[in-house]
Nanobody, 124 residues
Framework: QVQLVESGGGLVQAGGSLRVSCAVS????????MGWFRQAPGKGRVFVAV????????LYADSVKGRFTISRDNINNTMSLQMNSLKPEDTAVYYC?????????????????WGQGTQVTVSS
């Protein structure tokens, strides 16, 4: 059974930076395409970014393009999301997810495994 555990959330002022990470256990992370989603209060879970198995392919939501960077370290079975120039509208619970599909999926139902989420709050 694959387990995903997020860390690194917190409170930051607008314009600041934060890095959230996801630790993968139970199976090598290189088996999966991995993504980040976020869910703001009262809203649905939405796609943020996804990265291919070896890190060569990435895809971002338009709302974070140019500000967020997704990366992975398959030796240490981790994935990260570096978030710069944060805005109050980036406030959400951030979830990492893994899929065995051979694509760059952006829909929640395309992912097989999910973490428990980490809160990111951006104050204005």
């Amino acid at each position: 059974q694959v387990q995903l555990v997020e860390s690194g959330g917190g409170l930051v002022q607008a314009g600041g930076s934060l890095r959230v990470s996801c630790a993968v256990s139970g199976r090598s992370s290189s088996t999966y395409y991995m993504g980040w989603f976020r869910q703001a209060p009262g809203k649905g879970r939405v796609f943020v970014a996804v990265i291919g198995r070896n890190g060569g392919l990435t895809l971002y939501a338009d709302s974070v393009k140019g500000r967020f960077t997704i990366s992975r370290d398959n030796i240490n079975n981790t994935m990260s999301l570096q978030m710069n120039s944060l805005k109050p509208e980036d406030t959400a619970v951030y979830y990492c997810a893994a899929t065995s599909r051979n694509v760059l999926p952006r829909l929640t139902n395309e992912y097989d495994y999910w973490g428990q989420g980490t809160q990111v709050t951006v104050s204005s």
